[in-house]
């Protein structure tokens, strides 16, 4: 199997671009971070992917984007965060949840979610942050995505998602595409893409017959004469450090810490994103507090 990468192409003139990834590696790091089970490794993984190319869409490098879905299902909310070079990190609040699969077969990942809302941060340097939020319209990500496109950034979008979870719970397949209509996008244009993606078979049925991202956008745009312009390589990966963590305890009230020094024990903790431990010994602690 190919390593993971996205692939952004232009079609019809420039009037549509179109975004996909291949992201198995990454979503099995991320099921191995945070030991989720299949319906979660599902979520977790397609939330992981869209956002990856949606980070990769911003101009700055310094860019940071935040997708977070949360809602009164078992798995309660999900973070996932990307910069624009293709590294991505995430969680579920909560990584065990069990679900009988739907009638069809699928797991149930909108169930596992819930009601409740999707929203996307985008920290843009020195800029106000943008942030737009939106109702969930089925938990199933795509979906949600789709209608945040259209609703909160004006821009009609198809948005395709899968994550393959295999019997031993490993990640078999797992990938999307966004595809977006630009402004000034021709009726007929419009018409090939819905006839075209009525056709198209599921992201993970596409992934698991060996097709690759740049497949499937073709596929999905095909008679539209879409060009490839760039590859860029995806991993999962936390920037969260020793250091970093220590600091962070650092800002807490000066009472606080005293108080974890005087349970002496060593202080843990751990990273949301990435699940690594980091222990301090309260002899550490108190010399760092007085520094
Ligand atoms: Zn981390």
């Not at 939020?133 to 259209?150: I, K, M, R």
């Not at 719970?169 to 009525?198: H, R, W, Y």
């Not at 222990?279 to 602690?285: N, R």
């Amino acid at each position: 199997m190919a390593r993971d990468y996205m692939t952004r192409f232009h079609a019809a003139d420039g009037t549509v671009r179109a975004f996909a990834v291949s992201s198995r590696e990454c979503v099995e790091a991320a099921r191995e971070a945070h030991d989720t089970y299949p319906v979660i490794t599902a979520l977790l993984g397609r939330t992981l992917s869209a956002a990856a190319l949606m980070g990769w869409m911003m101009k700055d490098p310094c860019d940071l984007l935040t997708v977070q879905l949360q809602g009164d299902g078992p798995a309660k909310g999900v973070t996932v965060t990307a910069d624009s070079h293709g590294h991505v990190k995430g969680f579920a609040r909560v990584s065990d949840v069990e679900l009988p699969p739907k009638e069809n077969g699928h797991l149930d990942v909108g169930g596992a979610i819930g009601r409740g809302t999707l929203t996307v941060t985008k920290d843009l340097g020195l800029k106000m942050p943008y942030s737009g939020t939106v109702p969930l319209v089925s938990g199933e990500v795509a979906e949600d995505l789709t209608y945040y496109f259209a609703a909160s950034e004006q821009t009609p979008s198809s948005v395709a998602l899968g994550v393959l979870v295999d019997t031993d719970f490993s990640v078999k397949c797992a990938g999307g595409f966004i595809i977006q209509l630009m402004p000034g996008t021709a009726e007929k244009t419009i018409d090939v893409i819905e006839k075209n993606l009525k056709t198209l078979p599921s992201i993970t049925q596409m992934l698991s017959s060996g097709m690759y991202p740049e497949d499937m956008i073709e596929r999905a745009l095909s008679s539209l004469s879409p060009v490839e312009e760039e590859r860029h390589s995806v991993s999962f990966s936390c920037d969260c450090s020793r250091q970093r963590v220590l600091d962070t305890i650092l800002t807490l009230p000066k009472k606080d810490i005293y108080e974890m020094i005087s349970e002496k024990k060593p202080v843990e903790v751990k990273c949301s994103f990435c699940g690594t431990d980091y222990i301090f010994e309260t002899d550490e602690l108190l010399t760092e507090i007085k520094k």
